[in-house]
């Protein structure tokens, strides 16, 4: 015997075993759902990543400008202004690289 059936022969059989058992081959159900705010559409979360970004911005800017004092503190051998310098580069990029870890994590929320 042939025991292999089409996949047409397979659904009807289950349809009409459905409508046997359950009385009925399809279940309307209407569901209420609530709509959720789209947070592009709240102002907090755009202008908090908007700040993050640009004050990440801003310590990027002064990382540079600190890296620059720096070099010019190598020239001139003085050992304060050196470890001063070094302090500020290390402080800032410290800093950008915090809020670009934040940003990044704000991804796909906004």
Do not use: M, P
């Not at 990543?49 to 310590?59: G, H, N, T």
């Not at 001139?76 to 500020?88: I, L, P, R, T, V």
Request: one cysteine or more; glycine letters at 4%.
């Amino acid at each position: 015997e042939n025991f292999e059936a089409s996949a047409a022969d397979v659904r009807k059989r289950v349809k009409d075993y459905s409508t046997k058992v359950y009385k009925r081959s399809h279940d309307t159900l209407t569901e209420l759902r609530t709509a959720y705010i789209c947070q592009r559409e709240n102002s907090f979360y755009i202008d908090t990543v908007k700040s993050f970004r640009d004050r990440r911005y801003e310590y990027k800017g002064l990382t540079k400008k600190w890296g620059g004092k720096l070099k010019d503190a190598d020239k001139s051998g003085d050992a304060a202004a050196q470890k001063e310098c070094k302090n500020f580069v290390v402080l800032y990029d410290s800093l950008q690289l915090a809020h670009k870890c934040i940003l990044n994590s704000f991804y796909g929320y906004v």
